[in-house]
């Protein structure tokens, strides 16, 4: 019997080590492993005349690096030099021609998807982060605020649903602090799982902490956290640098201690009194989820909710939330804000409005501003946005960009697919992103779900649409649910009958509006969605029936007619 040892690389928790003990002992010859993840080894027993070979190709195969311990001038040769080497694969274009070297400015959603695939098509990568690693989505953004606005629609379904009468509801007490232990927790065990750890693992990416500037359309200069600076050359760059709550202009706002999402969702208190300074995605969800946690709510909105979409979704999302108690204040600006005594006054063409909290929720403006982009001959929009092309590439031709410092939606799903197609076009490759099919969901109560052409956006194109609105006392799950707030209404392009776009207000809508997406995706008619199956009972059966009105009056069919 021998013994090896072997250092093992990309684990991440004790089920990896799991894996790799169970992959070794399948090996021919091996009688026993023992893996550690802790201290990242494994000690194999193996019968005589086995090499290492086999033993790093089972380790390998599973995504993970085997290297042997340093031992001065000891060559373990065959596959294990290969391995040992992997770092440099990456490295290799061809016969002695160097790998392609690809700086990424971030670490989000864009910036990870990027890099990933950049690796995996042979490509090294520097990436380059300033703050935190993870990007708006995990630490700031989608996560922590899906699961506040997750505690707090269970603390409105404690209070009050529409089944009161039978079950008695039994008001909550908030324990913010617990909440908010509860929602960092998982903000940084994903942050860990699926940033930093994936990171970590493969060598053929180099992490830079500190901030990126262009020198010129091939060199960028970092000034590193730690101290000094560091010059990199790179052939091609990914910038995906994300955006930063953008603050309105209003006298007096910038020496109050407002607060943008970020400080709302960390907060560890819910004030009793809270201002709201906008109308659209995140000023709404936040909102509402203050408000169901204890809050008196009121939002100022310059129009009025969701202007931007069709006007039935403002609509039906402003009497709900009056419903609840949320004051909205539409066609309503700030045109000055002061802070004394622990208070805000806000001065409105209304009156005064004062408040223990204003959050200042009125967009986001990408991080450009420091890139020094026109060095590298990068175009920005009047926005400060990087202007790229259905190929993610920058007006520098070696220069790509993805997510939320460009011209695209800010979504996080659209920043890792726009990174994805960038390094697959920087190292080669072609592909486009599509956006004609984008779904986008609110998460307010209920959910605003949106995908295609509104008719406003039709019009402006040139396309003649065919439109019907179904509310949502005639969907059977509706009603089963006792809510019926909200519709979903279908656009269909007149003539050829076919779905061009979807907007709904309901209950759960996000997960209705994908179905929409596929259907717009494949160029299907109203007719044709109206024909499928749909399971009854379902809030998703309300497209089927949606689409039936094109032709018939679905209040004279059988609850589940075909």
Not at 15 to 40: D, N
Not at 90 to 100: F, P, Q, V, W, Y
Not at 442 to 447: H, K
Not at 462 to 490: C, H, Q, W, Y
Request: glycine share 10%; charged share 20%.
């Amino acid at each position: 019997m021998s013994t090896y040892e072997l250092l093992i690389d990309g684990m991440t928790c004790t089920s990896c080590a799991e894996h790799v003990r169970q992959a070794l002992e399948k090996v021919p010859g091996v009688s026993s492993a023992a893996v550690s993840y802790p201290r990242k080894r494994a000690e194999i027993e193996v019968e005589a005349g086995v090499c290492l070979d086999p033993l790093v190709t089972a380790v390998t195969a599973l995504g993970y690096r085997a290297r042997v311990p340093d031992i001065p001038g000891k060559s373990s040769g065959g596959l294990l030099n290969e391995t040992l080497d992997w770092p440099e694969r990456g490295t290799k274009r061809g016969s002695g021609e160097s790998a392609l070297h690809v700086a990424v400015i971030g670490s989000g959603g864009a910036a990870m998807a990027g890099a990933l695939k950049a690796v995996e098509l042979g490509a090294r990568v520097t990436l380059i982060e300033r703050g935190t690693i993870g990007g708006t989505c995990v630490n700031v953004g989608c996560v922590p605020s899906k699961i506040m606005i997750r505690a707090a629609h269970i603390a409105h379904l404690r209070r009050e649903s529409p089944f009161d009468e039978g079950l008695s509801p039994t008001p909550p007490a908030i324990r913010r602090k617990r909440l908010l232990a509860q929602q960092q927790g998982r903000v940084e065990e994903l942050r860990h799982a699926k940033y930093e750890g994936i990171l970590a693992s493969i060598p053929a990416i180099t992490v830079l902490r500190g901030e990126a500037r262009f020198m010129d359309a091939h060199t960028l200069t970092v000034a590193l956290a730690d101290g000094g600076t560091h010059e990199l050359s790179f052939d091609r760059c990914l910038v995906a640098a994300g955006a930063s709550p953008a603050i309105p202009s209003i006298q007096g706002l910038a020496d109050t201690p407002y607060w943008t999402s970020t400080e709302a969702l960390a907060s560890d208190t819910i004030p009793e009194r809270l201002a709201v300074i906008g109308s659209s995605v995140v000023a709404v969800e936040l909102a509402q989820a203050f408000a169901r946690l204890g809050s008196q709510v009121t939002i100022l909105a310059r129009r009025t909710l969701f202007f931007r979409e069709d006007p039935e979704i403002g609509k039906a999302l402003t009497a709900a939330f009056r419903a609840e108690g949320i004051e909205v204040l539409e066609h309503t600006q700030a045109s000055q804000v002061a802070y004394a005594d622990g208070k805000f006054v806000l001065t409105t063409g209304h009156g005064e409005l004062r408040a223990d909290k204003l959050l200042v929720a009125t967009g986001r403006a990408p991080n450009t501003h420091g890139l020094n982009c026109e060095a590298a001959g990068i175009e920005l929009n009047a926005e400060g946005a990087i202007v790229i092309d259905r190929a993610m590439r920058t007006s520098s031709p070696h220069i790509f960009a993805a997510g939320d410092c460009t011209d695209q939606p800010q979504f996080v799903y659209v920043a890792a697919a726009a990174g994805t197609r960038a390094a697959i076009n920087m190292t080669g490759g072609s592909a486009e992103l599509d956006l004609t099919a984008m779904p986008a969901v609110v998460f307010t109560d209920p959910q605003v779900a949106t995908v295609g052409y509104s008719e406003a956006e039709a019009r402006h194109d040139g396309i003649e649409t065919d439109s019907r609105l179904l509310t949502l006392d005639n969907v059977p799950r509706a009603l089963a649910n006792f809510d019926t707030r909200g519709f979903i209404k279908l656009v269909a392009e007149t003539g050829s009958g076919r779905l061009i776009g979807v907007q709904a207000v309901a209950p759960e809508a996000g997960e209705l509006i994908q179905t929409a997406a596929l259907a717009i995706r494949h160029r299907m008619t109203v007719q044709a969605l109206a024909d499928q199956l749909f399971p009854y009972l379902t809030m998703v059966e309300g497209l089927k029936l949606a689409a039936q009105t094109f032709n018939k009056d679905v209040k004279q069919l059988s609850c589940c007619a075909g």
